[in-house]
Every structure is written in structure tokens, then in C-alpha cells.
């Protein structure tokens, strides 16, 4: 008896949101929703899912795009590639955190077909993006044949693999708002080889000052709990006060001890896991204490 590489399913092309919300309602129980395809693919080979119907976006033409408007914000189509936003030179300047994410990500080939919405609506804990959209506080527009709803990213994320979205909704756009005049913002991924890998620690930083005086703080985190998630408490010890390398230490140290909670696994233990967001945190608030 042959064994099954992927198991039977239908390939559903829809060419308009129309056609695509009503697919999803249909066959919202066994149905799943693909964009890039990189997550799901692997993930049906490995019997991690198993749908009855996937639905592509990826024949919906209004779904891709790529739009800055300077004062506004980003907007980021469903079906949108990753290499079209990370070779936008808007991207690269304006939100430098989003495009080191995307920079450090698996390879060219998987740039090419893979989209941002996938990688934060697959919902694994160390995707790349999450944590710089978390500290840009982006918002997702969802669809369905109920009507529409706006989700900031901060109510996304449900625990692993999972999210908010409901089983028949569809993410029609992801929208960036501009950064803060002055925001220092970095990326800092941590895998264990320098290409092609996961990260073990993912930490994102966004700082905003005005003179000595820290006037927003924001930090996020993937890979070290269940969802990537800010640390809240780091930024309460960072916001009207006046930023110091021994600020700097105390507000590192607390995100790592008090606000993730990371597993050991086979690629790095737990307390390697911590000294590496502590590491990130400070060296990513230490840019704006140096700029």
C-alpha cells in the first residue's frame, strides 16, 4: 500500500473577495485559507494539517499591492510578497525594525512567494514579523460575508498556531501607522545558524525621546512564550524618564525575567532563551540612548 505525500483535498482559485469569502464560509470547518503557501504546505506534509478545501488568494489581483503614504502610514496587501517590501525603499527607511524581520527570514525563494500575512496568521511564536508589527502597532482589516472588523495586532495572537481570526474570516489588508518623528526602532534576531533558521529569541524595540527624557518605549518578543507579545511593564519603567545605561540594564532584565517565558527545547534552553531577549533589550534601547 503507497503511502500519501498530502492527503486529498480541493484547490480552490478564487478570483475576487466575493468568491473567496463565500468558499471560506462554506468550508469553514475542513477548509484553510493559503496565501504564500511556505507554512502550509510543509505543515500538510506533515500531517500537522490536514484540510479538505484550501482556498488560494493568490488569484485575487486587488490583493496585491504595496502602498506608503508619507504622514499615513504602510498598507500591505494579503498576497503581497515578502521580497516586494523588503526591497521598497520606503520600507527601508521608514520602518527599518519590519525590514530587518523580513531581511533575516529563510531565503530568496521563500521571499518570493511567501506574504506577511501569512507569517503572522499562522501564528507560530517566532515569526519575524510579529514583533516589529507589534511594536509598530499595525492594524489588520478582516472580511467575511458577515461584514467587516478591525484588528489590532496586539488581539491577534490566541496561542500557538492559533489567533482571534474567526474560521471564516480573511485578512484584507495590514496597515502600518507612521512611526513617531524620531522613533529608533531595530530588530534583533537570534537563531542558531545564520541563515535558513528559526529564531531562539526574537526582540523588537521602538524608542522615541525627547531630549534625555525617554517619551515612548515599546518592546516585543517572539519565540520566548506561547505568542509574541510585549513587554508592558519594561516600557512602563522606560516612558518620562531619563534614559540611562543603568535604566537600560533594569528594564532589559525585567523583560527577560518577568515577561516571557520561554521552553527549552532542542535548539537552545530556557535561561539561554532569557540572557538573550535581556541582550537584545538593552542593546536595542542602548540605540536610542547613543543616537
Do not use: W
Not at 506577511?116 to 478582516?142: F, H, K, M, R
Amino acid at each position: 500500500m503507497r503511502s500519501k505525500i498530502l492527503n486529498d483535498f480541493c484547490f480552490h482559485k478564487p478570483t475576487t473577495l466575493e468568491e473567496a469569502m463565500e468558499l471560506i464560509d462554506r468550508y469553514q470547518e475542513g477548509g484553510l485559507l493559503m496565501a504564500g503557501g511556505s507554512e502550509v504546505i510543509p505543515n500538510m506534509k506533515s500531517l500537522v494539517v490536514t484540510p479538505d478545501h484550501i482556498i488560494s488568494l493568490k488569484h485575487i489581483p486587488e490583493f496585491d499591492y504595496l502602498r506608503y503614504t508619507p504622514g499615513e502610514g504602510l498598507h500591505i496587501g494579503p498576497t503581497t510578497p515578502l521580497t516586494h517590501i523588503e526591497y521598497n525603499p520606503d520600507v527601508q527607511r521608514v520602518y527599518p525594525s519590519l525590514f530587518q524581520g523580513i531581511h533575516g527570514m529563510s531565503n530568496t525563494n521563500i521571499h518570493n512567494t511567501s506574504t506577511v500575512t501569512g507569517n503572522i496568521c499562522y501564528a507560530v511564536p517566532s515569526a519575524d514579523t510579529a514583533a516589529p508589527l507589534l511594536t509598530l502597532e499595525a492594524v489588520l482589516t478582516v472580511r467575511s460575508v458577515e461584514g467587516e472588523r478591525i484588528v489590532p495586532i496586539g488581539e491577534l495572537f490566541a496561542g500557538v498556531r492559533r489567533t482571534t481570526l474567526k474560521k471564516n474570516e480573511i485578512v484584507t489588508d495590514i496597515f502600518v501607522p507612521e512611526p513617531q518623528e524620531g522613533a529608533v526602532m531595530a530588530y534583533y534576531k537570534n537563531p542558531c545558524r545564520k541563515a535558513l533558521d528559526l529564531a531562539i529569541a526574537g526582540v523588537a524595540t521602538y524608542v522615541v525621546m525627547d531630549g534625555e527624557v525617554c517619551r515612548e518605549a515599546r518592546i516585543a518578543m517572539s519565540a520566548v512564550a506561547v505568542v509574541p507579545k510585549r513587554a508592558p511593564e519594561a516600557e512602563a519603567m522606560l516612558k518620562g524618564q531619563v534614559l540611562s545605561a543603568e535604566l537600560i540594564e533594569r528594564a532589559a532584565e525585567h523583560a527577560s525575567l518577568h515577561e516571557c517565558s520561554p521552553i527549552s527545547d532542542i535548539r537552545a534552553s530556557a535561561e539561554y532563551r532569557l540572557e538573550l531577549v535581556r541582550l537584545s533589550v538593552r542593546d536595542g534601547l542602548t540605540l536610542a540612548l547613543n543616537k
